[in-house]
């Protein structure tokens, strides 16, 4: 049956209609991988930062959620010290080497080698450039609210690390407020950040820590 040309025009809109899309759709793609870039070259060029954070801890389990705060130190390559002071004071910290985790109530100190965390703790590898966002996670959206954009990030091969990770910046400088971690099982670690400065200049004994007389010292394995 011949194709009349009303139907032929129309077709032909449908046609039009569907290549623009695409297009529209990977160009969005691209706009998507682009941030992608543009956080791993922030990442990259964050050679030091102290912040104020909030930690909080969703168990799938409970509903009950954990929430601590206090102030961070990074310096690259390898070195961090977290000062939580609510609801209990605790020290994480790494000197480039050893990671430390001192219970001042306790009287305890949980020590180990820093190449030993491994992916076991997502956040920490990504503060310090240890994951490549762009090899390791694909785009699944991203959300603007007014000058933060929100990227949600999921494994590009099956993870047993993490199962997603939402990273949040601002615009101009993408300064991180939001970075949380989703394990395979459901549970859910996010820090929120504030007061975030760059360029910040600690003494060399800043990340060190020698455990006080009458401290308990057990190796973490």
Do not use: C
Not at 178 to 189: D, I, M, R, S, Y
Request: charged share 30%; proline share 6%.
């Amino acid at each position: 049956m011949p194709i009349t040309r009303p139907q032929h025009d129309r077709r032909l809109l449908l046609v039009l209609s569907l290549l623009t899309l695409a297009a529209g759709s990977g160009s969005a793609r691209g706009a998507t991988e682009g941030w992608l870039q543009r956080l791993q070259d922030k990442l990259d060029s964050l050679q030091t930062f102290r912040a104020t954070f909030v930690q909080e801890y969703e168990p799938r389990a409970f509903s009950r959620r954990q929430r601590e705060s206090g102030t961070v130190h990074f310096q690259k390559p390898g070195k961090m010290r977290w000062d939580y002071e609510s609801p209990e004071t605790k020290l994480a910290l790494s000197d480039g080497q050893r990671v430390w985790i001192y219970y001042p109530q306790e009287r305890r100190a949980d020590v180990g080698l820093l190449d030993q965390l491994g992916d076991s703790s997502p956040a920490v590898q990504i503060l310090m450039g240890r994951w490549r966002l762009r090899e390791r996670f694909r785009v699944q959206s991203l959300e603007r609210k007014g000058s933060e954009v929100t990227l949600n990030l999921v494994p590009r091969e099956q993870e047993a690390a993490v199962k997603a990770v939402r990273i949040t910046v601002r615009e101009p400088d993408l300064a991180l407020t939001v970075l949380e971690a989703e394990e395979p099982g459901g549970n859910v670690l996010r820090y929120r950040f504030e007061d975030w400065q760059e360029g910040i200049e600690t003494s060399a004994d800043f990340f060190l820590f020698t455990p006080p007389p009458g401290t308990r010292v057990q190796e973490i394995r």
